[in-house]
């Protein structure tokens, strides 16, 4: 069973940065989309961000355009989400996830086959 662990999360405060880290374990995830993914109390998880396998393409939510930014390294095995700018409205739980084929580029959290168990951010006022 694949594993992705997010770590990087926290309390901050409005206009701090983050920078959320992906690990994959049990296998690789170099061939494979990847995403990010936040879910706040009583909302419903929405799409963040998303890498394409080599890392040349990205597509981000209009909320968080100029404000973060996804990357990957492959040899590492790691997404990175670097937040910054942080408001309230950022602050919800953390996850990333991977589709199961490269050729899935999506925005769809249903497409994607595996997850994390997210990581925590907070924004205070």
């Known amino acids: 069973q694949a594993h992705l662990v997010e770590s990087g999360g926290g309390l901050v405060q409005t206009g701090d940065s983050l920078r959320l880290s992906c690990a994959a374990s049990?296998?690789?995830?170099?061939?494979?989309?990847m995403g990010w993914f936040r879910q706040a109390p009583g909302n419903e998880r929405e799409f963040v961000a998303v890498?394409?396998?080599?890392?040349?393409?990205?597509v981000y939510a209009d909320s968080v355009k100029g404000r973060f930014a996804i990357s990957r390294d492959n040899a590492k095995n790691t997404v990175y989400l670097q937040m910054n700018s942080l408001k309230p409205e950022d602050t919800a739980v953390y996850y990333c996830?991977?589709?199961?084929?490269?050729?899935?580029?999506?925005?769809?959290?249903?497409?994607?086959?595996?997850w994390g168990q997210g990581t925590q951010v907070t924004v205070s006022s």
């Open positions: 996830a991977a589709v199961r084929s490269p050729n899935t580029f999506t925005i769809t959290p249903a497409e994607y086959d595996y």
């Open positions: 049990e296998r690789t995830f170099s061939n494979n989309v």
């Open positions: 890498i394409s396998w080599s890392g040349d393409a990205t």
